[in-house]
């Protein structure tokens, strides 16, 4: 198994976030990778490797042009104004009936603009640190183009929740994305994503969104209670290229495991020739922001299962947020799926 990172992730480091009505550390910061790596090196992993500099376009072949500017210039734009003691967060956005049409100029409404919630922030670092976890999600394909069987983007910040023109859910730049579009790129003709994070993956089904040569999977907990609560319930089909399985609070693995074979068995029927797994292990059972009841061996379920579909196989690192037991359930799902 390749195992690609890059130490840039730390450059993305938020002071706080809004949750539950408060101004709160972040759940998504740089110790989350600690513990992954520690976990990996400590049970024999090999060591991982740097990405490689493709450039941006990897990145614009999923995501706007205006709004990869957009964040190559929000902290700048930021500091000019309210200066760098916060971190840039928006507090407004355009609610239907309003202009779709105009970007502000001001930083405070342009962040609105290009943004959907108030829990990412933007940072001095983020944009080197999500454009380092785009590259790292790259490289991964290309080891996989290059023979690999599989190979795990081990990035952060994470990337299922950014579309093509928007940031929220923690997410920039996603991962996920570039690395399906690489595929296809390389000549792949149907590639398959697979969301397994406890969020709907709303920016993967976004930016693949009715293209039949990229089928997209999520499951999750239901939007009807959780976030991104606009995107990811079941009847959105997307004209047949795209499949939601939302579950309810409690999910364990009696539940899981059968929407998984539900998901498996689907992307089976698409005959990919190449797989990208959105890896969260936020449905663990302690996840201090989620609610699913999942237990760390379940991961080594899981990636049994996953592995055993046999495809070419990139493996990106979305969510997970208990420090504690990342690293354990990362390495179990890693273990379950190099099994067989
Ligand atoms: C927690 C707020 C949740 C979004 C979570 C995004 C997870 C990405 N109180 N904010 S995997
Ligand atoms: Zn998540």
């Known amino acids: ?9 730390r450059l993305q480091h938020g002071r706080a976030e809004l949750a539950d009505g408060r101004l709160v550390p972040v759940f998504e910061h740089p110790g989350r990778l600690d513990a992954i790596l520690e976990a990996l090196h400590r049970r024999g992993f090999p060591e991982p490797v740097p990405p490689e500099d493709r450039g941006l376009a990897p990145i614009t072949a999923v995501h706007e042009p205006a709004y990869v500017e957009f964040l190559q210039r929000a902290w700048h734009d930021w500091v000019a104004v309210h200066g760098p003691d916060g971190d840039a967060l928006p507090l407004s956005w355009r609610a239907p009936g309003m202009r779709e049409d ?11 603009y290009w943004s959907f919630d108030a829990g990412t922030p933007i940072t001095a670092g983020t944009w080197a640190a999500a454009s380092a976890a785009a590259r790292v999600a790259d490289t991964a394909r290309m080891q996989v183009s290059a023979g690999a069987r599989v190979a795990f983007a081990l990035a952060r910040p994470p990337g299922h929740h950014a579309g093509s023109r928007f940031y929220g859910g923690y997410c920039f730049l996603n991962g996920a994305a570039v690395a399906a579009q690489g595929f296809r790129d390389a000549g792949v003709a149907r590639v398959a994503v697979l969301d397994v994070d406890y969020h709907h993956g709303n920016g993967t089904q976004q930016i693949f969104a009715g293209r039949a040569d990229v089928f997209t999977v999520s499951l999750h907990a239901d939007p009807s209670f959780s976030f ?3 995107l990811g319930h079941a009847d959105e089909t997307e004209g047949g290229t795209h499949m939601n399985i939302p579950l309810p609070r409690g999910t364990d693995w009696l539940s899981y495991s059968a929407a998984l074979e539900t998901a498996l068995a689907r992307i089976e029927r698409q005959d990919p020739g190449a797989l990208v797994v ?18 760390t061996t379940d991961y080594r379920r899981i990636g049994r299962r996953i592995g055993a579909l046999g495809l070419p196989t990139v493996i990106v690192m979305e969510g997970g947020y208990a420090v504690e037991s990342l690293g354990a359930n990362v390495a179990e799902f890693l273990e379950g799926f190099a099994e067989r």
């Open 1 to 9: 198994m390749k195992i690609v990172y890059c130490p840039d992730h």
């Open 102 to 112: 105009r970007e502000p100029e001001g930083i405070d409404g342009r962040l609105g």
């Open 228 to 230: 991104p609560f606009f």
């Open 278 to 295: 959105s890896l969260g292990v936020d449905t663990w059972e302690g996840d201090p922001i989620c609610s699913f009841a999942l237990k």
